[in-house]
T-cell receptor, first 113, second 115 residues
Framework: NAGVTQTPKFQVLKTGQSMTLQCAQDMNHEYMSWYRQDPGMGLRLIHYSVGAGITDQGEVPNGYNVSRSTTEDFPLRLLSAAPSQTSVYFC????????????FGEGSRLTVL | DQQVKQNSPSLSVQEGRISILNCDYTNSMFDYFLWYKKYPAEGPTFLISISSIKDKNEDGRFTVFLNKSAKHLSLHIVPSQPGDSAVYFCAASVSGGTSYGKLTFGQGTILTVHP
């Protein structure tokens, strides 16, 4: 059981370039989300989805785009990378229900020069 | 404004002793609280949670205490083991379907357990 899979694990971009961070889950979870982790800031929610075709903004959505065409996949797109987007990105899925527990991927470390 | 705060960036404890990690929150709408553990180069993993209708939840060596009036929760690890050395994140959420998966995290506390 793979759980939540993120690719790539590492990426270096130049300012202005665009890219997509991929996220796939095989647990048939309804809810998926993207967080970024920065020193001293903890994890902050970028975008989330409550099901295929439904997405919404989190705390820090600017500069990012998402779509959810299938239950399994939730890609995060950086439209025009900026140095402020240098961070570690985590995708998570959640089955919903009483606990609201998140299952995280291993993370994608992005550096924008 | 940080709605969930972990004011201690780091904590160092001797093996076998108790580790106490603290977390404060400001949003009174939060009614579910979780602790996550994170090792380097890995994603966070769920550790323990507590609903606002309880004031204590225990799972093996881990106990979470919630003081709603003070908007404070703590995680106790007894006895602490070197394998517990990790970053611990406190998180909070508002219950309801559309809120599942929407957690507000604290900054994290680095726990080091010395042999």
């Amino acid at each position: 059981n793979a759980g939540v899979t993120q690719t790539p694990k590492f990426q270096v971009l130049k300012t202005g370039q665009s890219m997509t961070l991929q996220c796939a889950q095989d647990m048939n979870h309804e809810y998926m989300s993207w967080y970024r982790q920065d020193p001293g800031m903890g994890l902050r929610l970028i975008h989330y989805s409550v099901g295929a075709g439904i997405t919404d903004q989190g705390e820090v959505p600017n500069g990012y785009n998402v779509s959810r065409s299938t239950t399994e996949d939730f890609p995060l797109r950086l439209l025009s990378a900026a140095p402020s987007q240098t961070s570690v990105y985590f995708c998570a899925s959640c089955p919903g229900g009483h606990t609201g527990e998140l299952f995280f991927g291993e993370g994608s470390r992005l550096t924008v020069l | 404004d940080q709605q969930v705060k972990q004011n201690s960036p780091s904590l160092s404890v001797q093996e076998g002793r108790i580790s106490i990690l603290n977390c404060d929150y400001t949003n009174s709408m939060f009614d579910y609280f979780l602790w996550y553990k994170k090792y380097p180069a890995e994603g966070p993993t769920f550790l323990i949670s507590i609903s606002s209708i309880k004031d204590k939840n225990e799972d093996g060596r881990f106990t979470v205490f919630l003081n709603k009036s003070a908007k404070h929760l703590s995680l106790h690890i007894v006895p602490s083991q070197p394998g517990d050395s990790a970053v611990y994140f406190c998180a909070a959420s508002v219950s309801g379907g559309t809120s599942y998966g929407k957690l507000t995290f604290g900054q994290g506390t680095i726990l080091t357990v010395h042999p």
